[in-house]
C-alpha cells in the first residue's frame, strides 16, 4: 500500500525564509515528492496533524490557511483515489504515475496514460467513456504482448500495423473505428497535457467514421412466435431475457440502459414517462395490455421496474448495467437458437423490430424514421414534435398486438 504524506521540503529553503510544501509519496520502497504550488514558514506547519496552521503567524492569515488546507486536501484526495484505483483493479503503477505533470516533462507511455485517464471518467462518473477506454486499452495490450510504448512511437506506421492486427482477428469495420477514434482522443489528450509530436498526424490516412450496418428485425410471425413460447422452470434467465426484449418491443423500442434505470415512480396516469438516456428526449409511452402484464410480472421491492440493480451490491450501478447487458444478450442469442430464428437475438433487435413493423402497418416514416435506429436523431426529433401522443399511442397499439 502507497503511503501520502504533506510535509516542508527541509532540503529546499527558500530566500525568504520559506519551505515548499510537497506531498511525499512511499510505494514499493521508492520515494518520490510532489511539489504543490505553497511554500510557507516552518512556524506556519504543523507536522503531526500535516496541516497549515496560522497559529501566531505574522504572514499567513487564518482565512488563508484554510484555504490552502482545502486545496491540499483536495490534492490529497486525488492521488489516494489514484493509488486505490490501481491497486483495486491489479494495475502494477509507479510514483511517476501519480504525477499528471510528468507528462510535460517526461515522455509519457501509452497505457499507462490509459490507465490515467479510465480513472478519471470514472471519477467524473462518465461511465460510457471509460468502458470504451477499457475496451480500447484491452486490444491495445493484445496488440502489444502486454508491453507498452511512448507515445512518441505512436507513428503511421504504429496505427497501420494496430488495424492490420484488428483486421486479422476478424473485428468488424466499425469496430476496428470505434477503437481508432478512441486511440486518436487518447493521443490528442497525451498533446494537450504538453507532450510535443514530431511529424504528421499518426491518424492522416486512418477511417474513423462509422459505416452504416444492416438493420435485423423479426417478422411479425416470429414476434407471435417469441411472444407466446414457454420455457421450463430450468431456465428462467432465458425466460427473464425474451421478456426483457418485449418489453423493449412493447415501449416502443427501449434501449436496455433506460429499461434497467426505469424506477417505478416514473409510472402514472397509466403511462411511462422517462428521459432517454441517449438523447436526453423526453418521451411517454402509454401502458397495452401486454406492457402491463410484464410490469406485474417482474413487481419487486426495489424502486426499478426489474430487479437487476442491487445497492448492496460491491460494483457500481453501471457496471451491473453492463454485466447485465452482456447477459441477457448472450441469452437472446440462445433463445433464437432454440426457436429456430435465423436473425441472431439483441437487445436492439427489439428496437428495430418495432421499428420496421410499424412501417408495415402503415405509420408514416416520419414518425418512425425508418426504425428509430436512423443515421440521424435530430431529424427523427424535430419530425415526432409535429404528432401527438395520441398517434404514437394507435401506431404502438397495432404493433404490439401479437
Known sequence: MASVKLKLHKNRLLKDGTYPLVFQIIHNRRKKVLYTKFKIRESDFDPVS????????????????????????????????????????????????LDDRSARRHNVYLLQYMNKQIHEKILARRNGTAAAYKSTYSSLQKYLG?????????????????EEFLRKQQVSANTVAFYMRNLRTIYNNILQDGFTAAGESPFKVTRTTVQKTVKRALSKKNMVLLAHCTFPHSEPLLE??????????????????????????????????????????PLRITITEPLGALIAKYDNDSPYIFPILRDD???????????????????????????????????????????????????????????????????????????????LDRINEMVTRL
Not at 146 to 162: L, Q, T
Not at 250 to 271: C, P, Q
Open 313 to 391: 451490491c460491491p460494483f457500481s450501478h453501471y457496471d451491473q448495467y453492463r454485466s447485465a447487458l452482456a447477459r441477457i444478450n448472450r441469452n437472446l442469442k440462445k433463445v433464437g437458437l432454440k426457436l429456430g430464428l435465423t436473425t441472431p437475438l439483441t437487445t436492439y433487435v427489439a428496437r428495430h423490430t418495432w421499428a420496421t413493423l410499424a412501417k408495415q402497418c402503415g405509420a408514416p416514416v416520419a414518425v418512425i424514421s425508418e426504425g428509430l435506429g436512423h443515421a440521424s436523431e435530430k431529424i427523427t426529433h424535430i419530425y415526432l414534435k409535429e404528432f401527438d401522443s395520441d398517434v
Open 240 to 281: 427473464f431475457a425474451r421478456d426483457i426484449f418485449l418489453f423493449s418491443f412493447y415501449t416502443r423500442g427501449m434501449s436496455l440502459v433506460d429499461i434497467v434505470f426505469l424506477r417505478k415512480e416514473r409510472i402514472f396516469d397509466n403511462a411511462i414517462h422517462y428521459v432517454r438516456h441517449k438523447s436526453s428526449q
Open 146 to 162: 502486454g508491453k507498452d510504448v511512448r507515445a512518441s512511437e505512436i507513428n503511421p506506421m504504429f496505427v497501420r500495423k494496430y
Open 50 to 97: 500535516g496541516k497549515v496552521s496560522a497559529n501566531n503567524s505574522r504572514q499567513l492569515s487564518g482565512r488563508s490557511a484554510q484555504r490552502m488546507n482545502r486545496e491540499l486536501n483536495r490534492e490529497r484526495k486525488t492521488l489516494l483515489s489514484k493509488i486505490a484505483f490501481y491497486e483495486e483493479h491489479g494495475i502494477d503503477f509507479g510514483v511517476e504515475d
